[in-house]
């Protein structure tokens, strides 16, 4: 065993000297692991601020998630060899020494039960290098939507649209879906009766959908009037889509309906009205 603060110690009884000089080196350890921390994560910041002020500066999502995970692996290593010091206080540095010379990092995982933790970590390594998500992305992770709020090597938090905090482990995640890295698609959908005109409602739905493209920023393509896509005894839909900005769909989407919605009522075009049907009871 260690004995770092023996000349404090020498002069109490044997028992209790041993006692305080292990209680004092693990505080120790824990002081200089902290500080070291703390200076180690003042340099990464700095670093990463300097590099995206210059000539090859990256996304402010990719920056801001590459930021996260370097302070996850330098907090991590730290307290791995604060345990590994705290371990050689107590006695037991052949353990140590010998489980990191021949099992590694994985074995040590592996040895105290902790597979799952492991698989966690490897999958969130490929997960952050394989760029699959970043930080301010709206994903869907394993029935999970929101923001991605952040990215640790073991878990992956996911904002949700009214606040809530997902804490995914990142070796369950098994499927990702990403709406932020390319243009989406926004489709309207609109139920008109059966007795309605539909060519006329077609006609209308054309000249609303390229009133709204007009001078407007978020669409990529003009939109798209497909026509019929369903008949029911409910009503007749018809459709309209358009290609826009990654996550305006669902501001698109809106925007495009009231158009086309106040066109189909200045025209005398009728919606489907929803009926409830009740079955009588014979007797």
């Known amino acids: 065993m260690t004995s770092w603060f023996h000349f404090l ?27 070291v921390i703390w200076i ?34 330098w907090r991590v290593a730290v307290y791995f060899l ?9 006695g037991l540095t ?3 020494q010998s489980l990191l010379a021949t099992a590694g990092i994985g074995g040590i995982a592996v040895g105290i039960g902790a597979q799952s933790v492991f698989k966690d970590l490897l999958a969130g390594i490929f997960l952050i290098f394989e760029d699959q998500i970043a930080i301010g992305d709206w994903v869907e992770l394993d029935g999970a939507v929101g923001t991605v709020d952040h990215i640790g090597l073991r878990t992956t938090r996911i904002k949700g649209f009214r606040g809530e905090l997902n804490i995914i482990p990142n070796g369950s995640i ?5 709406y932020s890295r390319d243009n989406i698609l926004a489709v309207v959908d609109l139920v008109v009766s059966n007795e309605a005109n539909i060519n006329a ?5 054309k ?20 026509g019929v896509t369903d008949i029911s005894p409910a009503g007749t839909t018809l459709r309209v889509i358009c290609k826009v900005l990654p ?37």
């Open 40 to 73: 180690g994560q003042k340099l990464i910041r700095k670093f990463f601020v300097h590099r995206s002020k210059g000539p090859f500066r990256m996304e402010e999502r990719k920056y801001q998630t590459l930021l996260s995970v370097t302070l996850n692996i």
């Open 174 to 178: 098994t499927r990702v879906i990403n």
């Open 201 to 205: 409602a077609l006609s209308l739905m």
């Open 247 to 283: 996550l305006k769909h669902w501001v698109v989407e809106r925007e495009l309906r009231r158009e086309i919605k106040n066109l189909f009522a200045q025209h005398g075009v009728p919606l489907a009205e929803s009926a409830m049907v009740i079955p009588m009871q014979k007797g």
């Open 9 to 35: 110690t020498k002069d109490l009884p044997e028992g209790l000297g041993t006692v305080i000089n292990v209680v004092l080196s693990i505080i120790v350890i824990l002081l200089i692991a902290k500080v």
């Open 82 to 90: 604060a345990v590994a010091s705290i371990l050689d206080v107590l």
């Open 94 to 96: 052949v353990t140590t």
């Open 207 to 226: 000249e609303g959908s390229e009133k709204y493209a007009q001078h407007n920023e978020l669409l990529v393509e003009k939109p798209e009037v497909i």
